[in-house]
C-alpha cells in the first residue's frame, strides 16, 4: 500500500493531482479492509486487518494533510482549504466509527491524528507559532482526559456504553516504556555542576615485598 501510494510522487503530476491519488489508493485499501475487519473483529486474521485499516487511515490523513513532511507541496486554492477541512473531518469521522465499532485500535489512531491536525491547525491559518503553544496544546490535552474520565466514571457503573476511564494494562506497558524512554534520554549534567557520585579509586597493591628474584612490591 505504502509503494502503490508513493508512484505518483514519482512522476511531475500537480501537487494536488499526486496527493489525491495517494490519498485513493490508501482509502482503496481501508476499504477493502473494513469489511473482513467487522466480520472478524479480534479473530485471526481480523486483527491484521484491523492493523491494515488504521495504517490506510493514516495513509490518507498524510495524504490530504499538506503540511506534513520536509517537503510541502504548494497547493493554492479552494483546494488549499479544502484539504484544511479533510484534516479535522477524516479523524473525527474514523474515531467516531471506532467508538461505534469498540475498535480500540482505530480509535488510538484516530486520537494521535486529531493532535496532528491541532498541531498544524496554525500553519493552515497562517498564524505565527509562540514559544508558548506546546503549554497551551499540553494544559489543553490535560483538560481534555480530565474531563472524559469524569464523564466515564459518572456514568452508570463508572461506564458509559461499554467504555470506562480503567487503565488497560498494556496501557501500563506502554507507561513504563516511556518512564525507561525518559531515564535513558536524559541530558547530561551542566558543565559546572557538583557530581553526585564519586567511583572510587582504583586499589593499589603496595605495603610489602615480594620474595624470590629480587622482586619488590612494584614487580
Given at each position: 500500500m505504502i509503494c502503490l501510494a508513493a508512484i505518483p510522487f514519482a512522476y511531475g503530476l500537480p501537487a494536488a493531482l499526486q496527493r489525491g491519488i495517494a490519498a485513493a489508493i490508501a482509502a482503496s485499501v481501508l476499504i477493502g479492509a473494513r469489511a473482513p475487519r467487522l466480520k472478524l473483529r479480534d479473530d485471526y486474521p481480523g486483527d491484521e486487518y484491523g492493523v491494515l485499516q488504521a495504517t490506510a487511515?493514516?495513509?490518507?490523513?498524510?495524504?490530504?494533510?499538506?503540511?506534513?513532511?520536509?517537503?510541502?507541496?504548494?497547493?493554492?486554492?479552494?483546494?488549499?482549504?479544502?484539504?484544511?477541512?479533510?484534516?479535522?473531518?477524516?479523524?473525527?469521522?474514523?474515531?467516531?466509527?471506532?467508538?461505534?465499532?469498540?475498535?480500540?485500535?482505530?480509535?488510538?489512531?484516530?486520537?494521535?491524528?486529531?493532535?496532528?491536525?491541532?498541531?498544524?491547525?496554525?500553519?493552515?491559518?497562517?498564524?505565527?507559532?509562540?514559544?508558548?503553544?506546546?503549554?497551551?496544546?499540553?494544559?489543553?490535552?490535560?483538560?481534555?482526559?480530565?474531563?472524559?474520565?469524569?464523564?466515564?466514571?459518572?456514568?452508570?457503573?463508572?461506564?458509559?456504553?461499554?467504555?470506562?476511564?480503567?487503565?488497560?494494562?498494556?496501557?501500563?506497558?506502554?507507561?513504563?516504556?516511556?518512564?525507561?524512554?525518559?531515564?535513558?534520554?536524559?541530558?547530561?549534567?551542566?558543565?559546572?555542576?557538583?557530581?553526585?557520585?564519586?567511583?572510587?579509586?582504583?586499589?593499589?597493591?603496595?605495603?610489602?615485598?615480594?620474595?624470590?628474584?629480587?622482586?619488590?612490591?612494584?614487580?
Amino acid at each position: 500500500m505504502i509503494c502503490l501510494a508513493a508512484i505518483p510522487f514519482a512522476y511531475g503530476l500537480p501537487a494536488a493531482l499526486q496527493r489525491g491519488i495517494a490519498a485513493a489508493i490508501a482509502a482503496s485499501v481501508l476499504i477493502g479492509a473494513r469489511a473482513p475487519r467487522l466480520k472478524l473483529r479480534d479473530d485471526y486474521p481480523g486483527d491484521e486487518y484491523g492493523v491494515l485499516q488504521a495504517t490506510a487511515l493514516a495513509g490518507v490523513y498524510a495524504a490530504v494533510n499538506i503540511e506534513i513532511g520536509p517537503a510541502r507541496y504548494a497547493v493554492a486554492g479552494w483546494l488549499y482549504w479544502f484539504s484544511y477541512v479533510l484534516t479535522w473531518i477524516v479523524p473525527l469521522a474514523a474515531l467516531r466509527l471506532g467508538i461505534r465499532d469498540r475498535d480500540r485500535l482505530l480509535i488510538d489512531v484516530s486520537l494521535a491524528l486529531t493532535i496532528v491536525s491541532l498541531v498544524t491547525n496554525k500553519e493552515y491559518l497562517g498564524w505565527a507559532r509562540n514559544t508558548w503553544d506546546p503549554i497551551v496544546f499540553g494544559v489543553f490535552v490535560i483538560a481534555a482526559a480530565v474531563l472524559v474520565r469524569r464523564w466515564l466514571d459518572s456514568g452508570p457503573g463508572g461506564e458509559r456504553h461499554g467504555f470506562t476511564a480503567r487503565i488497560l494494562e498494556k496501557d501500563r506497558d506502554l507507561l513504563a516504556l516511556a518512564g525507561v524512554a525518559s531515564t535513558v534520554l536524559q541530558p547530561g549534567a551542566a558543565p559546572g555542576a557538583r557530581a553526585t557520585h564519586t567511583e572510587p579509586a582504583p586499589a593499589q597493591f603496595g605495603g610489602g615485598r615480594s620474595g624470590g628474584g629480587g622482586g619488590g612490591d612494584r614487580f
